[in-house]
T-cell receptor, first 110, second 114 residues
Framework: AQRVTQPEKLLSVFKGAPVELKCNYS??????LFWYVQYSRQRLQLLLR??SRESIKGFTADLNKGETSFHLKKPFAQEEDSAMYYC????????????FGTGTLLAVQP | DTEVTQTPKHLVMGMTNKKSLKCEQH?????MYWYKQKAKKPPELMFV???????INESVPSRFSPECPNSSLLNLHLHALQPEDSALYLC?????????????FGPGTRLTVT
């Protein structure tokens, strides 16, 4: 069955520290993976998609098919990075379904 | 226009009321979605419309009734809701079958059922 696992409910770091938000997935096909971010009182917005291999706001994420992981990383956290982060797996074909992980709340302390 | 808009922002309704939530996008997307989100939880998919036809209903109770009048609009009709239906209702859109499949989300309607 398709599943996305984010093992940490809360990750608290100090400003300037490295950040790694973990995401593991279970999917028999070729995965399409995303990171979405939800800042306080703002809409859910796309942060990264694995297929484009881009860096947004200093965040990167690499798909590791061997470990079935798509961890989100940033070398130096900023206070404005504090938000809820969701890893999501596109379960496609005709269904266009997006399966979300349970989310990790990142709190960056000054 | 690259946004999904939702109205109203907030809605308080009694258990006997009938109300509707509205969603609009002008990005030319042909797939639209309704999600329910409880506090500090991920969005839960409710319905998917693809080319204005209902393609997924995730076993949602019949007190929620979706409608897609055209390719830009999506409604969610509410009737005889329960207090546990109080949540943030999110609309999203995407272009089905092309590109990277990312969904664009609206700001949501915060619904309180009294």
């Amino acid at each position: 069955a398709q599943r996305v696992t984010q093992p940490e409910k809360l990750l608290s770091v100090f400003k300037g520290a490295p950040v790694e938000l973990k995401c593991n997935y279970s999917y028999s096909g070729s995965p399409e993976l995303f990171w979405y971010v939800q800042y306080s009182r703002q809409r859910l917005q796309l942060l990264l998609r694995h297929i484009s291999r881009e860096s947004i706001k200093g965040f990167t994420a690499d798909l590791n098919k061997g470990e079935t992981s798509f961890h989100l990383k940033k070398p130096f956290a900023q206070e404005e990075d504090s938000a809820m982060y969701y890893c999501a797996l596109f379960y496609g074909g005709a269904t266009n379904k997006l399966i979300f992980g349970t989310g990790t709340l990142l709190a960056v302390q000054p | 226009d690259t946004e999904v808009t939702q109205t109203p922002k907030h809605l308080v309704m009694g258990m006997t009321n009938k109300k509707s939530l509205k969603c609009e996008q002008h990005m030319g997307h042909r797939a639209m979605y309704w999600y329910k989100q409880k506090a500090k939880k991920p969005p839960e998919l409710m319905f998917v419309y693809s080319y204005e036809k209902l393609s997924i209903n995730e076993s949602v109770p019949s007190r929620f009734s979706p409608e897609c009048p055209n390719s830009s609009l999506l409604n969610l009709h509410l009737h005889a809701l329960q207090p546990e239906d109080s949540a943030l209702y999110l609309c999203a859109s995407s272009q089905p079958g092309r590109g990277t499949y990312e969904q664009y989300f609206g700001p949501g309607t915060r619904l309180t059922v009294t």
